[in-house]
């Protein structure tokens, strides 16, 4: 008998289940990186560095209502960004289970979110944990040894709600440019409702919580929530919530997402042309703004792009346009924009080419990434993203502004090389008269005058839209016996070094940049000319490559001999000078109204002071 009493006894005491109690967690024991400050209704709680990188605060406590919304502050030591996880154990089992998790975000600093505490909730006092983690957002409410974080918990008791319903709903989707949508519609009414009745603005309706619902016409629809609950009812309306067209761009071939947003890295603001949206960064992933943002660029024509990346770390930016419209970005010449290395502001231009497709939406694709990552448009980014927008290039009807230049306005062999400099929608064909009688057709002629004079020169430039006219009267000089007499000596450079040698020389409206010394010899004396006056001082001034000092002279052939006089001709003698300069009196005794060659000498100053 005493051995079945004993036995019984014993079969009792396995039958009572254990206690039950919340898991533990902690995090890092450090110096930095914990959680400062938690802020929710009355809560409003300062802490330090907890040990062992956990801190209990379940004597700090608040009451929350069941159904309704909280706004919840934590504070971070230090600016490092940070992942924020936060549970309410609403069933009271003491188990956080995962969809007991009411906030998970990240930020540097301070993060706010907002709690919603469900009707299903259990009234009474129950535990809230709050976990700060550095590395990666904590999908493991009991876990442990953190390298950089810290975990904290409270308390709140859930009262039960005796208030009539706050309305407040969101869709998943409210734009398209398809012409359809489908979208969901998420009930977010506080103060636990109990029926709901949907108007989506279209004639239909619904009267569950979350409805689904398609529109098949295009249009802007108004959608109105009424929500109900034993305490009363509430509406709320959504004006022109639900917007539908058929304008925007075909499907993309590829949509690259971001595997491991970090730090603030991705697109803050994307401006181009009318197009300027400011969004988060990266932890948005890809974004299609192809419907709500758009705008409208002509043939032809040069905008202005910019892409903000933020003051974090350093980013590569590309972007791209789908000229062909075939829903991919890899045709020739769509990718139109590439800067690398630098954070803050990246800016540009985006020159529309006249083979684009017009008159239909185009996709545009903006991306950022950590820099030497060079985004690609169908890979996906690793710590920014990707956004796409909307671009209708329309056929420009505007001819080119005609424009023309020389690169000789004086010369002495009559040969003269034209440059087409047109602006504009780019011209397509050219007409030139060269004022001699002569023409021509090609874009960039070279023409030789065969007679002295004064020539004006006519371009007519024209594209698809038009034609444009430029003149420049008397633009060309041709003085084919007009130029000094030939020089009897050409000295010549027989060891060219290190950029030694004459780079500028500025004489009255003479102002002729060259290269160095490796030019060795150059006659520029009917190219650059002017004219000076008996009795009256000139400043000559001459700029030599600064490797080192030179040693510089020059001459006038104030006789026109062909012959350089050391004594009465020598203008200018400066040794050891990097930028010589010397005022020149014009002697009486000069030749006049006759082409006189002036020579200019300049050599490394470890060389004897040049002659002519």
């Known amino acids: 008998m005493k051995k079945t009493v004993l036995l019984l006894a014993v079969m009792a005491w396995t039958l009572v289940p254990a206690l039950a109690q919340y898991c533990d967690s902690d995090g890092h024991n450090n110096s930095f990186e914990w959680i400062s400050n938690v802020s929710l209704n009355t809560i409003n709680n300062a802490s330090g560095a907890d040990p062992n990188g956990y801190g209990n605060y379940t004597a700090v406590t608040t009451d929350l209502t069941i159904g309704q919304q909280y706004s919840i502050t934590v504070d971070f030591d230090g600016s490092f960004g940070e992942n924020l996880d936060i549970w309410i154990d609403f069933d009271q089992n003491q188990v956080f289970d995962p969809a007991e998790k009411v906030l998970s975000d990240n930020g540097a600093g301070s993060i706010t979110g907002t709690i919603n505490v469900p009707g299903g909730a259990t009234q009474g006092s129950t535990r809230m944990r709050i976990i700060m983690n550095f ?11 953190m390298n950089f974080g810290e975990v904290e ?3 709140v008791n859930l009262l039960p709600n005796t208030q009539p319903p706050v309305a407040n709903f969101r869709a998943s989707d409210t734009l398209t440019c398809g012409g359809t949508l489908t979208t969901d519609f998420t009930d977010l009414s506080t103060a636990v ?36 609950n034993s305490f009363g009812q509430d509406s709320h309306t959504k004006t022109d919530y639900i917007a539908i067209t058929n304008n925007g761009p075909i499907l993309p071939a590829c949509t690259p997402a971001t595997t491991n947003y970090c730090c603030g890295i991705g697109v803050h603001n994307f401006t181009f042309n009318t197009i300027n949206n400011s969004t988060n960064d990266g932890v948005d992933g890809y974004q299609d703004y192809s419907c709500g943002n758009s705008t409208t660029v002509l043939e032809g024509q040069s905008y ?51 083979t684009a497709v017009t008159g239909t939406a185009l996709r545009m694709r ?153 030019d060795g010899y150059q006659d520029y004396a009917c190219n650059f000319s002017t004219n000076l006056q008996e009795g009256v001082s000139y400043t000559l001034s001459v700029t030599v490559d600064n490797p080192a000092d030179h040693n510089t002279s020059a001459w006038i052939d104030f006789n026109n001999d062909g012959v350089f006089d050391n004594v009465t001709e020598k203008v200018m003698e400066k040794a050891s000078e990097m930028y010589p300069s010397e005022n020149i009196l014009i002697p009486g005794t000069a030749v006049k109204n006759t082409p006189l060659r002036l020579r200019i000498s300049a050599d490394f100053d470890g060389n004897p002071m040049p002659g002519p």
């Open 193 to 228: 409702p109990t029926t709901w009745s949907w108007e989506f603005g279209d004639g239909n309706t619904s009267t569950i919580q979350h409805p689904t619902h398609t529109y098949t016409t295009p249009g802007t629809y108004t959608v109105t929530l009424t929500a109900s």
């Open 304 to 354: 202005s792009i910019s892409v903000d990346v933020g003051s974090g770390p350093n980013q590569d930016v590309r972007a791209w346009i789908d000229y062909n419209n075939d829903g991919s970005f890899g045709g020739a010449g769509e990718q139109v924009f590439a800067s690398d290395n630098m954070n803050g502001t990246h800016t540009g231009t985006v020159n529309i080419p006249l």
């Open 366 to 518: 903006v991306g950022s990434d950590f820099s030497g990552t060079t985004p690609d448009h169908c890979t996906d980014a690793t710590w920014g993203q990707f956004e796409d927008y909307n671009v209708t290039i329309s056929p420009s009807n505007v001819p080119p502004t005609a424009d023309l230049e020389a690169d000789v306005t004086f010369t002495c062999t009559g040969l003269v090389n034209f440059l087409d400099i047109s602006t504009g929608v780019p011209a397509t064909s050219w007409s030139w008269d060269f004022g001699d009688g002569n023409t021509d057709n090609v874009q960039h002629p070279t023409h030789t005058y065969t007679i002295d004079g004064l020539y004006t020169v006519t371009l007519v430039a024209t594209n698809s839209h038009g034609s444009d006219t430029a003149t420049k009267t008397d633009y060309i000089t041709v003085s084919t016996s007009g130029g000094p007499v030939a020089p009897s000596c050409q000295p010549h450079t027989y060891n060219y070094c290190c950029g030694f040698g004459i780079t500028n020389v500025t004489f009255n409206t003479i102002n002729n940049t060259s290269g160095d010394g490796n």
């Open 135 to 145: 590395s990666n957002p904590t999908t493991d409410p009991c876990i442990m040894g």
């Open 153 to 155: 918990d409270y308390s």
